[in-house]
């Protein structure tokens, strides 16, 4: 993504995201009662994309020095830092979403091509929201099943491994270093162990079978 410093250039930014602004306020409104039920990552990436294709097309109309689609990717970086991410952050955040917003063959994915195409009030947003309903691994479900389980192993597996390391401490004092660390990491792994696998085992049985029964019902 080139840098754009000069005064007019910066301006033209500015333009690009007051229209994204403007567009992405009107296609909310649209969603608000729809309840969506999706992850905060996919949600949020699906969003930024869009407005890239928002900005690219608003930027093709602004006699811009630079590529309209770069642009449009570096007036997401000026938002993104106005709404209060740091520079780096921002940075790497425009490089993953630079990955993400092309196919395998470099064509534009249909998030970005529907955000070029955008106009107020048209709906658009939920058209993209709408082609992944049913998927379970964008699902705000599975997103909050992985946090759950991800907390339980981590806080759990700390716990196991710091009493098992006290107890060992305290009635058999003279075991060496590393006999009361191969405690503690044998105390964690049969917490984290075991929560893995009832979590995969979960995940087959729960969150795998409702794609081809939401395709049964279609």
Same mark, same amino acid.
């Not at 993953?96 to 709906?123: I, K, P, R």
């Not at 991800?150 to 107890?167: D, E, N, P, R």
């Not at 990491?185 to 917490?191: K, N, P, S, Y």
């Given at each position: 993504?080139?840098?754009?410093?000069?005064?007019?250039?910066?301006?033209?930014?500015?333009?690009?995201?007051?229209?994204?602004?403007?567009?992405?306020?009107?296609?909310?409104?649209?969603?608000?009662?729809?309840?969506?039920?999706?992850?905060?990552?996919?949600?949020?990436?699906?969003?930024?994309?869009?407005?890239?294709?928002?900005?690219?097309?608003?930027?093709?109309?602004?006699?811009?020095?630079?590529?309209?689609?770069?642009?449009?990717?570096?007036?997401?970086?000026?938002?993104?830092?106005?709404?209060?991410?740091?520079?780096?952050?921002?940075?790497?955040?425009?490089?993953?979403?630079?990955?993400?917003?092309?196919?395998?063959?470099?064509?534009?994915?249909?998030?970005?091509?529907?955000?070029?195409?955008?106009?107020?009030?048209?709906?658009?947003?939920?058209?993209?929201?709408?082609?992944?309903?049913?998927?379970?691994?964008?699902?705000?479900?599975?997103?909050?099943?992985?946090?759950? *389980?991800?907390? $339980?192993?981590?806080? &759990?597996?700390?716990? /196991? =491994?710091?009493?098992? %390391?006290?107890?060992?401490? !305290?009635?058999?004092?003279?075991?060496? *270093?590393?006999? $009361?660390?191969?405690? &503690?990491?044998?105390? /964690? =792994?049969?917490?984290? %162990?075991?929560?893995?696998? !009832?979590?995969?085992?979960?995940?087959?049985?729960?969150?795998?079978?409702?794609?081809?029964?939401?395709?049964?019902?279609?």
């Amino acid at each position: 993504m080139d840098d754009i410093k000069t005064n007019r250039d910066t301006s033209t930014h500015d333009i690009c995201v007051q229209h994204g602004e403007e567009i992405l306020a009107s296609q909310l409104l649209l969603i608000k009662n729809k309840e969506y039920d999706f992850a905060p990552p996919f949600r949020e990436m699906t969003i930024h994309l869009y407005l890239v294709g928002v900005m690219w097309r608003h930027g093709e109309n602004l006699n811009l020095s630079t590529n309209p689609r770069e642009h449009a990717f570096a007036s997401l970086h000026t938002m993104l830092v106005k709404n209060g991410m740091s520079d780096k952050n921002a940075k790497k955040r425009i490089e993953f979403l630079g990955n993400m917003s092309q196919t395998e063959d470099n064509s534009d994915t249909l998030v970005v091509t529907t955000g070029y195409q955008a106009m107020l009030d048209d709906n658009s947003l939920a058209m993209i929201l709408e082609e992944y309903r049913d998927e379970m691994r964008v699902s705000g479900a599975l997103w909050r099943f992985y946090n759950r *389980g991800k907390k $339980i192993m981590f806080i &759990g597996g700390a716990v /196991a =491994a710091f009493i098992a %390391i006290w107890l060992v401490t !305290i009635f058999i004092p003279s075991t060496s *270093g590393i006999v $009361i660390l191969a405690a &503690g990491i044998f105390a /964690a =792994a049969l917490v984290i %162990i075991p929560t893995f696998l !009832i979590g995969t085992l979960v995940y087959r049985l729960k969150f795998k079978k409702t794609p081809a029964s939401a395709q049964s019902r279609s």
